[in-house]
């Protein structure tokens, strides 16, 4: 081999722009989800509950949307957008769901390994807060997401939710 074709073939294995990142989501989950009963308040009682999502291809890859189904609240339906930019090399997350119908303020962020994590402003019942999702195990057969509220600008965090996936099978 010589040093070009070397050269050629270690930046090709080296290059890794995060815009495939989520192709791990695509397809059919079950979840288990734990979640504070309150939410920035001192509270460290859980709550379990099911949950499913279907997670599908936007723009050629470029984008994810996934659907969030539990009977947690009877009929409760959320989507989630997850997109690329080729420029910034990071990806946007937004949420929405069928009890407020607002598409919520993104997080943006990006992977390192099979970590990643994605942070925003938000407001949380009318105070000023940032938002953290962490994905991990995200190459592994049972990812995992976690949620997190600061009021302190980022200095400390309440970890909030977290769901653990399985693939659901046809």
Not at 62 to 75: A, K, L, P, Q, V
Not at 118 to 146: C, K, L, M, N
Not at 153 to 166: L, R
Request: with cysteine.
């Amino acid at each position: 081999m010589s040093n070009v074709q070397e050269a050629m073939q270690t930046a090709s294995t080296q290059v890794r722009d995060g815009a495939r990142d989520f192709d791990f989501w695509v397809g059919k989950w079950n979840i288990r989800n734990r979640r504070l009963h309150e939410r920035l308040k001192g509270c460290t009682e859980w709550i379990e509950f099911e949950a499913t999502s279907v997670a599908r291809l936007l723009l050629g890859g470029m984008g994810i949307e996934d659907e969030y189904r539990t009977e947690f609240w009877s009929g409760f339906v959320g989507s989630a957008y997850q997109f690329f930019n080729p420029e910034t090399k990071q990806w946007s997350i937004y949420w929405v769901d069928n009890r407020r119908g607002v598409l919520e303020p993104p997080v943006v962020g990006s992977f390192t390994g099979d970590v990643g994590i994605f942070e925003g402003v938000d407001t949380y019942e009318g105070r000023p807060i940032r938002v953290r999702y962490t994905w991990s195990r995200v190459t592994s057969a049972a990812p995992r997401w976690e949620q997190a509220f600061s009021t302190d600008g980022g200095v400390t965090w309440e970890t909030n939710w977290v769901m653990d996936f399985t693939r659901a099978t046809a």
